[in-house]
């Protein structure tokens, strides 16, 4: 079964990072990238980011730039995303998605990840 | 950065309607566009690629057509599991997604 499997909820004070992981099975993990979306409460879609697992390259919303980190480990078929410096508006859903079939439309989604950030 | 836009923000149809949903982008993006249908506290799931191909599963109802800068996502009978957040998403150069749709019952 192809999926993506997220950590799960995490609360964090202004300032601190969070360290959202994401676990791919059913498809070849290394062949193809991940793309990290975050979902505000009531808001819409926002792309942060891409990693390239082969490779390694990456790309990075500008308005992320200097605080957001992807990584993976092929051995255990995650990818990581670390965001730093968390302020009140990074509060939302994070989620994980790739597109092995289609080059850039994601066809997987992982369930999501809670991150609240709060004082 | 590539902008999209989407019109209307909201739309109240009924069972059974058509439905159609723009989406614009700031540039020409040729055909790689996608769009995706959202539930409440669901992840997106994927209906359409590259402007007009079906995500497999994805009911006939849903069509797509488009290129360049402007796109439509047409729904040919609205059903009752159609009610949701309607997404279309830009991949010719790094992602972004337009603002949403929200098809609500009239």
């Known amino acids: 079964q192809v999926q993506l499997v997220q950590s799960g909820p995490e609360v964090k004070k202004p300032g601190a990072s969070v360290k959202v992981s994401c676990r791919a099975s059913?498809?070849?993990?290394?062949?193809?990238?991940i793309s990290w979306v975050r979902q505000a409460p009531g808001q819409g879609l926002e792309w942060m980011a891409w990693?390239?697992?082969?490779?390694?390259?990456?790309n990075y919303a500008q308005r992320l730039q200097g605080r957001v980190t992807l990584t993976t480990d092929t051995s255990t078929n995650t990818a990581y995303m670390e965001l730093r410096s968390l302020r009140s508006d990074d509060t939302a859903v994070y989620y994980c998605?790739?597109?092995?079939?289609?080059?850039?439309?994601?066809?997987?989604w992982g369930q999501g990840t809670m991150v609240t950030v709060s004082s | 950065d590539i902008q999209m836009t989407q019109s209307p923000s909201t739309l109240s149809a009924s069972v059974g309607d058509r439905v159609t949903i723009t989406c614009r982008a700031s540039?020409?993006?040729?055909?790689?566009l996608a769009w995706y249908q959202q539930k409440p506290g669901k992840a997106p799931k994927l209906l359409i690629y590259?402007?007009?191909s079906s995500e497999s599963g994805v009911p006939s109802r849903f069509s797509g057509s488009g290129s360049g800068t402007e796109f439509t996502l047409t729904i040919s009978s609205l059903q009752p599991d159609d009610f949701a957040t309607y997404y279309c998403?830009?991949?010719?150069?790094?992602?972004?997604f337009g603002p949403g749709t929200t098809v609500d019952i009239k």
């Open positions: 998605a790739s597109d092995p079939r289609y080059g850039g439309a994601f066809d997987i």
């Open positions: 059913g498809y070849n993990f290394s062949n193809y990238g």
């Open positions: 990693i390239s697992v082969y490779t390694g390259n990456t």
């Open positions: 540039q020409s993006i040729s055909r790689w």
């Open positions: 590259k402007a007009s």
């Open positions: 998403q830009q991949y010719y150069s790094y992602s972004f």
